[in-house]
C-alpha cells in the first residue's frame, strides 16, 4: 500500500509564491525506489502533468508551462516531496496531486500508480 498526504496549498496573490508538500508512507513505497511528482487539475478541465522526480532525485521532468518558476524536489529521509511554486499565475489555480510510481516517467495521469487527495491552489490576480 502507499499512502499520499498533500499539504501547502492555499490562497496567494499572482506574483506570490507557495511551496506544496507530500508525504509518502506505506509497505509498498518503502519497498520500492518510487519516483514522485506532481500534476494538477483545473475546473472543467484534464488533470495534466506538472512535475516528477526520480528515487535519488538527480533526475526531474517538468511540464513547459511550470519551468523556470517551478522547482520539484525530494527528502528521502522524510518520504517527502516538495513542489517550490514562484511567480505563480492565475492560470495556475487548480487541484494539485501528488503521485508516486515505480518507473519515472512523464504519462498521462491513468498511467500512475498511487496519488493523493489533492491539495487546492488558488492565486488571484
Known amino acids: 500500500q502507499v499512502q499520499l498526504t498533500e499539504s501547502g496549498g492555499g490562497l496567494v496573490q499572482a506574483g506570490g509564491s507557495l511551496r506544496l508538500s507530500c508525504a509518502a508512507s506505506g509497505r509498498t513505497f518503502n519497498a520500492y525506489a518510487m519516483s514522485m511528482g506532481w500534476f494538477r487539475q483545473a475546473p472543467g478541465k484534464e488533470r495534466e502533468f506538472v512535475a516528477a522526480?526520480?528515487?535519488?532525485?538527480?533526475?526531474?521532468h517538468y511540464a513547459d508551462s511550470v519551468k523556470g518558476r517551478f522547482t520539484i524536489s525530494r527528502d528521502n529521509a522524510k518520504n517527502t516531496v516538495y513542489l517550490q511554486m514562484n511567480s505563480l499565475k492565475p492560470e495556475d489555480t487548480a487541484v494539485y496531486y501528488c503521485n508516486a510510481d515505480p518507473i519515472f516517467k512523464v504519462a498521462a495521469s491513468r498511467d500512475y500508480a498511487y496519488w493523493g487527495q489533492g491539495t487546492q491552489v488558488t492565486v488571484s490576480s
Open positions: 522526480i526520480n528515487y535519488s532525485g538527480d533526475g526531474t
